[in-house]
């Protein structure tokens, strides 16, 4: 089982991108899914979070701006940024509680993250 982020790339101040993170893998069940962010030099933040009935929550940083969004057939989470800002350049990580079968068909429950997708905002 694994998560797979993408859509990260440069854009200008102000400019809007669109986050994907895409579980994988004999899962069959995820509750909370988020995005969490580390700038160079600094700790890794959480930026957004949804549960699994779509109630959402944000970092003050991301608040009216940033939109947090799930598909649950798709197993899918998404993050819309708007009006993006120099300080939003960041590593972008997804995580998520992953439920799953393991081999030996035990139910596990596993934390799991993404391998990152780097977004950087020019001034």
């Not at 895409?22 to 890794?44: D, L, V």
């Not at 109630?55 to 991301?62: I, L, P």
């Not at 934390?111 to 020019?122: A, M, P, Y």
């Amino acid at each position: 089982v694994q998560l797979q982020a993408s859509g990260g790339g440069l854009v200008q101040a102000g400019g809007s991108l669109r986050l994907s993170c895409a579980a994988s893998g004999n899962i069959f069940s995820i509750n909370a899914m988020e995005w969490y962010r580390q700038a160079p030099g600094k700790q890794r933040e959480l930026v957004a979070a949804i549960t699994k009935d779509g109630r959402t929550n944000y970092a003050d940083s991301g608040k009216g701006r940033f939109i947090i969004s799930r598909n649950n057939a798709k197993d899918t989470v998404y993050l819309q940024m708007n009006s993006l800002k120099p300080e939003d350049t960041a590593v972008y990580y997804c995580a998520a509680d992953l439920n799953y079968y393991s081999a030996y068909g035990e139910d596990v429950v596993e934390r799991s993250w993404g391998q990152g997708t780097l977004v950087t905002v020019s001034s």
